[in-house]
T-cell receptor, first 113, second 112 residues
Framework: AQSVTQPDIHITVSEGASLELRCNYS??????LFWYVQSPGQGLQLLLK????DTLVQGIKGFEAEFKRSQSSFNLRKPSVHWSDAAEYFC???????????WGAGTKLIIKP | DAGITQSPRHKVTETGTPVTLRCHQT?????MYWYRQDPGHGLRLIHY???????DKGEVSDGYSVSRSKTEDFLLTLESATSSQTSVYFC???????????FGSGTRLTVV
């Protein structure tokens, strides 16, 4: 069955420190992968997506993610976090020809001053 | 996203009353979705639509119905609201699987 796992429910990072949020997926066919961010009281905003080509993709707000097929992972990174990055982050996958995203449970990012 | 409008943004209703939430898009996206978001449960798909008058059930469809008579509007109806339907409801649209979804700002529904 298709699934997405975000192993960390919460992550706390100091402002200015680097960040890596983990995402593992289980999908037999060619996956299309996404990261979304949800600020408190807001809807979800697309950060970045991958469906082919260069396995390192750049997104908005200084985020990047790397697709590793051998590890079935699509981890999100940022070299230096800002207090405004405090939010919940969701990883999602959809397969070619399918139009329903499979969602991870989300990781809540807390920024320490 | 300015192209997707959910209404109302907030609603308080009584148990047993019908409630309709509206999602209106100006993006001309073919695919539309209704989700609910609850603490500890993440996003759960209620219903979705692949076009006008083409709708189907998601994983938590009991107690909900939908209609899509026009491309731009996707209505979610709680036939007889219950306290377990207190939640934040999000509408999303998509043009295709490679584009991901665009989300509305959500409707916070409280059933008392």
């Amino acid at each position: 069955a298709q699934s997405v796992t975000q192993p960390d429910i919460h992550i706390t990072v100091s402002e200015g420190a680097s960040l890596e949020l983990r995402c593992n997926y289980s999908y037999g066919a060619t996956p299309y992968l996404f990261w979304y961010v949800q600020s408190p009281g807001q809807g979800l905003q697309l950060l970045l997506k991958y469906f082919s080509g260069d396995t390192l993709v750049q997104g908005i707000k200084g985020f990047e993610a790397e697709f590793k097929r051998s590890q079935s992972s699509f981890n999100l990174r940022k070299p230096s976090v800002h207090w405004s990055d405090a939010a919940e982050y969701f990883c999602a996958v959809v397969g070619e020809g399918n139009y329903q995203l499979i969602w991870g449970a989300g990781t809540k990012l807390i920024i320490k001053p | 996203d300015a192209g997707i409008t959910q209404s109302p943004r907030h609603k308080v209703t009584e148990t047993g009353t019908p409630v309709t939430l509206r999602c209106h898009q100006t993006e001309n996206h073919r695919y539309m979705y209704w989700y609910r978001q609850d603490p500890g449960h993440g996003l759960r798909l209620i219903h979705y639509s692949y076009g006008v008058k083409d709708t189907d059930k998601g994983e938590v469809s009991d107690g909900y119905s939908v209609s899509r008579s026009k491309t731009e509007d996707f209505l979610l109806t709680l036939e007889s609201a219950t306290s377990s339907q207190t939640s934040v409801y999000f509408c999303a649209t998509a043009t295709g699987e490679q584009q991901g979804y665009t989300f509305g700002s959500g409707t916070r529904l409280t059933v008392v």
